[in-house]
């Protein structure tokens, strides 16, 4: 009876197999209904079944073979038409499908193309004849796949005749890339072009130079082989051999030729590293001979078998060595997990692979998850009996995880991208459309259209949250960015040195050079305030000419040196010029060289005033002596002068002022004066700073003058201006940059000359001009003795109240005769009269009087 039951199983599995399709209809896989029809081909079994050599009638036969990894293909294709349905992406609009089951056969897939191409809602499956297509309404809008190239290439050609677009989400030949043979064809994966260059790097990297290659005998495998071969020169790798398989596993000589392959392997015993261009088909028998010959090598996987689960059921396959391979990038996952955990619950009607699943599934109800794939393999042939329904739904839930452990999650990820790519491209052409209408479009307008709107030149791609590189949105390219073509990827950069660009620029522009101009208003500002100040010099000049022998004017110390200090002044506010303009190497040396000798000058002669009306008015012999000693006015002044000039010239020679482009700012290019050596430029202000405190100290000891002759009160107000300019200068000279911060120094500079100008000479003009009762001998003299007298009887007196040893102190005047004697012999000292500084030994008083007297009026 057992017996009987298997002959009797085994004639209908036979009878099943050689049944070939009776209908159009019986040839598609699956099916739903939809406003809009996507077509679909996916090699869901291996091979297509035939007992003859070659064919003897035109029928197509049936498939075996059932290929869990492609099943899952045509669930991805699915499952995200349903998701774009059950979404808000095209709304009222419903997509169905129709997919074929191309048997890995171009034979197949191309009667399915034709089926693609028959006209829309023919009853006789008819394909007119036309010489323009653009308002012909084929069956299906759109085709994703299929997944060979050689395949692809076949099917690409016929629906070429009415560009119906064409997505595949595994055909990686690079000739495919060709738009002019393939014009309507798409994917969702790079070409071999970069896979293979990855490859032969990889291989560089490793040490390895002599390789073996085995691939297909079709255009993937030979375009590969040519493609690599060329890489591989390119990175110094050696091929030993080269062996071809038939392209498909339906040839006779498969077997033959595998074995004949291992042979070579195993002949060339050097070769440690193959390369294989193979489906994953090809893969499983390579392997499952190689591991009966003990065959351990290091396999570099192409993208077609990588990842593939059945490889990795094939008995012991950790003996065939290590395989490294590449893969096609991964996506979000978990929506396509759920989907399979449900699958009993979604309808199998018009599902064949579905179907046939749920059958072997049933079949295999007792094989263990280990073997659960190779009872599959055993058991698909499309014969066994369907069981009932509540086994069917058992059988799924008892098998949750098995296809989630089959899933190619790049395979997956590139189907998803094929679908919703077509989804915005319908979006778009339905969106002044009423697309429920089948006639609203036509398949070729798809290829004008994208996911997204494509990006215009001055924007680049940006990828969203989405998990398809197809569906991005469009960004402004940023400052100092452009873009010059549609839908770049991303934005390139401008030559930041030389060239600036805008936001969402397409172009580069050159950067403007910008320094402080001769027309620039404050320019024009500070250039007024420096020839004001050139003016005032003049004027006090020709004032003090003009009163050469007042009071006033001698104890200034004189004519020359008013003029030398005047002259200084000039230079001062002359230098400011070199400030402004374009620079050149010329002035951005003088201005520093100029200002800072200049101001030293005028520094070290204003020092001399002040060291000598010390000298005039002190008291104590010994300090007395040392200032005489010191006071040699020329002499310094030309040595302190003589330093600086040591400094400059150190500077010049060493690390000269030079003009700078400065290209930090985005926009501008700053041409500046590169101050050479900040030690260098530090070192002449700080050493002019050293000598305006010691005139600074040195006038505040005579502060105390009288009112309208005390020059020492307001050369200490002077210094302090400096100071406080100078002070303030350090900080915003290192914060400020631009064209500007010449014009920082121009202020700084302006501000100091004024400042030592106004207290040095304006109040000796204003008793020239407006006092001129006080700027006579006879007042001068007046005040003089007057102020001594006073200063003298103060110090008397309280000496004597401290100290009455001293009673031999005498605080009257000397006769008449003594007073002229003492005021001749020291009328050639200038303005010594103009201090009286209290000393703590009164017996100092009595000598000290008549020098106080003296004058050089």
């Not at 790049?410 to 077509?422: C, D, K, N, R, T």
């Not at 924007?459 to 873009?483: D, F, L, R, V």
């Not at 040396?589 to 005039?616: D, E, N, P, W, Y």
């Not at 008397?796 to 001749?824: F, I, M, P």
Request: hydrophobic share 45%.
């Amino acid at each position: 009876m057992a017996l009987l039951i298997i002959l009797i199983t085994c004639f209908v599995i036979i009878f099943a197999t050689r049944q070939p399709c009776q209908a159009p209809d019986d040839f598609m896989a699956a099916s739903s209904p939809g406003h809009i029809i996507i077509g679909g081909l996916f090699a869901i079994h291996e091979k297509m079944l035939s007992s003859e050599d070659y064919p003897r009638r035109p029928e197509i036969q049936k498939c075996v073979g059932f290929e869990i990894s492609n099943f899952l293909q045509t669930l991805a294709m699915i499952h995200s038409i349903e998701m774009i349905n059950n979404s808000t992406l095209l709304s009222g609009v419903k997509l169905g499908y129709e997919i074929y089951d191309t048997c890995t056969d171009v034979t197949v897939a191309m009667a399915a193309a034709l089926r693609f191409l028959s006209k829309f809602n023919s009853s006789g499956e008819i394909v007119e004849f036309k010489c323009d297509y653009s308002s012909y309404t084929p069956r299906v809008k759109a085709v994703i796949g299929a997944g060979y190239s050689e395949i692809t290439m076949a099917v690409s050609r016929m629906l070429n005749l009415q560009l119906i677009p064409q997505v595949s989400y595994e055909s990686t030949a690079e000739t495919l890339s060709d738009k002019i043979r393939f014009p309507s064809f798409l994917r969702t994966v790079p070409s071999d072009f970069y896979q293979t260059k990855a490859m032969a790097q990889l291989i560089r990297k490793s040490g390895w130079n002599w390789i073996g290659i085995i691939t297909t005998d079709d255009d993937y495998g030979r375009l590969a082989l040519n493609t690599f071969t060329i890489q591989a020169v390119a990175n110094n790798v050696c091929i030993a051999f080269k062996e071809v398989l038939p392209a498909f596993l339906s040839d006779n000589t498969i077997e033959v030729r595998i074995n004949q392959a291992l042979e070579k392997i195993i002949a060339e015993a050097q070769v440690n590293v193959i390369v294989v261009f193979l489906s994953q088909f090809h893969v499983f028998n390579l392997f499952s001979k190689a591991i009966e010959r003990n065959i351990n090598k290091i396999w570099i996987a192409s993208d077609n078998w990588s990842t593939a689960t059945k490889i990795t059921t094939i008995p012991n396959v950790k003996r065939i060595g290590k395989v490294v391979g590449f893969t096609f990038r991964r996506g979000n996952m978990s929506s396509f997990h759920s989907f399979l955990q449900n699958l009993h619950m979604f309808p199998s009607d018009n599902n064949k692979p579905l179907n046939e699943y749920a059958m072997l599934l049933a079949a295999c109800a007792d094989a263990k998850d280990s073997d659960l794939s190779q009872c599959i393999s055993n058991y698909s042939q499309g014969t066994l009996a369907y069981k009932a329904n509540k086994d069917i739904e058992r059988n799924f839930s008892l098998r949750n995880d098995f296809l989630w452990d089959y899933t190619e999650p790049g395979f997956v990820h590139s189907i998803q991208l094929a679908v919703f790519a077509l989804g915005y491209a319908i979006r778009d052409l339905c969106q002044a459309r009423d697309c429920q209408n089948p006639n609203a479009f036509q398949p070729w307008e798809q290829i004008q259209s994208k996911c997204s709107k494509e990006c215009l030149p001055g924007q680049m791609k940006k990828i969203t949250k989405s998990q398809h590189i197809c569906c991005y949105e469009c960004a402004n390219c940023p400052e100092n960015h452009y873009s010059n073509q549609t839908d770049m990827d991303h934005c390139l950069l401008c030559n930041n040195e030389t060239h600036w660009a805008p936001v969402r620029s397409t172009m580069c522009f050159e950067k403007e050079v910008e320094y402080l101009n001769w027309n620039d208003s404050l320019a024009i500002l500070l250039l007024a305030l420096s020839l004001l100040g050139i003016v005032f010099v003049l004027a006090i000049g020709i004032i003090f000419t003009r009163n050469l022998n007042t009071p006033v004017v001698k104890s200034s110390g004189g004519l020359t040196v008013c003029y030398v200090i005047l002259f200084c002044h000039f230079l001062n506010f002359a230098s400011t010029g070199f400030f402004i303009g374009e620079p050149q190497n010329f002035t951005c040396k003088t201005r520093q060289m100029l200002f800072g000798v200049s101001f030293t000058l005028c520094i070290s002669c204003i020092l001399m005033k002040s060291l000598k009306i010390l000298l005039a008015f002190s008291f104590d012999p010994k300090l007395q002596k040392f200032l005489k000693c010191l006071y040699k006015p020329i002499p310094i002044v030309f040595t302190c002068t003589g330093i600086q000039v040591v400094i400059c010239t150190l500077w010049l020679i060493f690390a000269a002022p030079a003009v700078e482009e400065n290209v930090s700012l985005p926009r501008v290019i700053i041409l500046e004066c590169e101050e050479g050596s900040i030690l260098a430029f530090g070192t002449m202000l700080g050493y002019i700073a050293i000598l305006a405190f010691i005139c600074f100290i040195f006038a505040f000891k005579g502060r105390k003058l009288p009112e309208n002759y005390n020059e020492a009160k307001f050369i200490t107000f002077g210094m302090l201006i400096y100071f406080i300019a100078w002070i303030t200068f350090i900080p915003i000279y290192t914060t400020t940059f631009g064209k500007y911060l010449p014009a920082v120094e121009i202020i700084v500079i302006l501000i100091s000359n004024y400042g030592i100008l106004c207290c040095t000479f304006f109040p000796k003009c204003y008793v020239i001009l407006c006092k001129q009762d006080t700027n006579t001998k006879s007042a001068f003299l007046k005040m003089i003795y007057s102020y001594s007298s006073h200063c003298a009887s103060s110090l008397a007196v309280s000496h004597v109240s401290l100290d009455t040893t001293n009673s031999n102190v005498t605080t009257t005047s000397r006769s008449s005769g003594g007073k002229s004697a003492a005021w001749q012999k020291r009328e050639d000292f200038q303005a010594q009269a103009f201090a009286c500084v209290c000393r703590e030994n009164a017996t100092y008083v009595s000598n000290a009087l008549p020098r106080k007297r003296t004058s050089s009026i």
